[in-house]
């Protein structure tokens, strides 16, 4: 499985953008998939999961409410509509692919599959 994640840029806080994330490979649409994100100076870590069909999402406490995961196996595709973004939002967002998993995981080490990441900027 290959990702490529986009849709990071420079926004205002209070602000929204949308990520996105297309995967190559069969096993997408039975894999679940997560997002991850890493800010300058601290450990990469995770914001929200989707199982393989949809039905099932989990989100970390600091973005649940605000932020929302969903999926389309029939483009292959990840995304992530982050609403109402604050200054602590700046990071690296990455898309992650657990093949191995049909449920969601908060976990990092279950993803076995990494995007290269893009970069959301929240200015003030």
């Known amino acids: 499985v290959q990702l490529q994640a986009c849709g990071g840029g420079l926004v205002q806080a209070g602000g929204s953008l949308r990520l996105s994330c297309a995967a190559s490979?069969?096993?997408?649409?039975?894999?679940?998939m997560g997002w991850f994100r890493q800010a300058p100076g601290k450990e990469r870590e995770f914001i929200a999961t989707?199982?393989?069909?949809?039905?099932?999402?989990y989100y970390a406490d600091s973005v649940k409410g605000r932020f929302t995961i969903s999926r389309d196996n029939g483009k292959n595709t990840v995304y992530l509509q982050m609403n109402s973004l604050k200054l602590e939002d700046t990071a690296v967002y990455y898309c992650a692919c657990a093949s191995r998993i049909m449920s969601t995981s908060k976990v990092a080490v279950d993803y076995d599959y990494w995007g290269q990441g893009t970069l959301v900027t929240v200015s003030s």
């Open positions: 989707i199982g393989w069909n949809g039905d099932f999402t």
């Open positions: 490979g069969r096993t997408f649409g039975i894999s679940t």
